[in-house]
């Protein structure tokens, strides 16, 4: 991607594996924590979108991805993610970081 890129776009989808066996408790909902008000997440896809077009004030755009499922008792999972932005040849491009969710 480049600066120019038409918001919102989908930028990657996360994925998290919850073996149970039963539909419900195996049904994984994702939720977005990030200082900066640029990305989202879809809950039941996840889905990654950016919603606001970069600029150079940005260097890297830090957020978490967290990851519940419906089982009782609840358990959760974080991955974080870093787009670092960076400008070659007058152009901004992202690079994406990311680690795995398990629950």
């Keep these: 991607m480049d600066i ?6 989908d930028i990657l989808t996360v994925k998290a594996i919850d073996n149970d066996t039963q539909i419900y408790n195996s049904e994984v909902y994702y939720s ?22 970069l600029s150079g004030m940005y260097k890297e755009l830090a957020f978490t991805i967290s990851a519940r499922d419906g089982g009782s008792p609840q358990r959760t999972g974080r991955t974080k993610l870093a787009i670092i932005i960076k400008i070659l ?3 901004t491009f992202l690079c994406l970081y990311a680690l795995c969710i398990m629950l």
């Design 32 to 53: 977005v924590t990030t200082g900066q008000d640029v990305v989202t997440v879809n809950p039941t896809t996840g889905v990654v979108t950016l919603h606001k077009r």
């Design 4 to 9: 120019l890129t038409q918001v919102p776009t």
């Design 89 to 91: 040849s007058g152009e």
